[in-house]
């Protein structure tokens, strides 16, 4: 973003192709000597790229880079991280619930299980060991 291109169409030329992602927001579009803001506070279209991502069906890593106060920034990655943790995770859970929901439903179609709480026991299980995954890594 500091040289002028566009995050979400860099994203789009390395479709596919993307295993982690340095992010990161900033204050100014295009100004090579811009510093980095929280996620969601600057200039960048940050939904917009995470939605692309999303797109992609992305499930690497993003790695927090905050370059501005190198001697005090905690604060700031904190609130990138919890910027993440809402927009990232919760849709990476709806989906993953989307999907268990989709093969439960294929599951009742092919074995003819007429106890559907046990399926839905199954998805809170899933759902569980997701949230449970995600917020160890």
Aim: proline letters at 1%; a positive charge.
């Amino acid at each position: 973003s500091r040289s002028g291109i566009d995050p979400i169409w860099g994203y789009k030329v390395l479709d596919g192709k993307i295993f982690a992602t340095h992010f990161k927001d900033q204050a100014e579009f295009g100004n090579i000597k811009n510093q980095c803001v929280p996620y969601g506070t600057g200039e960048l279209d940050m939904k917009g790229m995470l939605a692309e991502l999303d797109r992609q069906g992305f499930d690497g890593y993003y790695i927090i880079e905050y370059e501005a106060k190198w001697d005090n920034n905690l604060s700031e990655v904190v609130k990138c991280a919890d910027y993440l943790k809402k927009n990232v995770f919760l849709r990476q859970l709806r989906a993953t619930l989307r999907n268990f929901e989709s093969a439960s439903h294929i599951a009742l179609r092919q074995f003819r299980v007429s106890n559907r709480a046990a399926i839905k026991a199954c998805l809170r299980f899933s759902a569980a060991r997701r949230i449970q995954t995600c917020a160890g890594a």
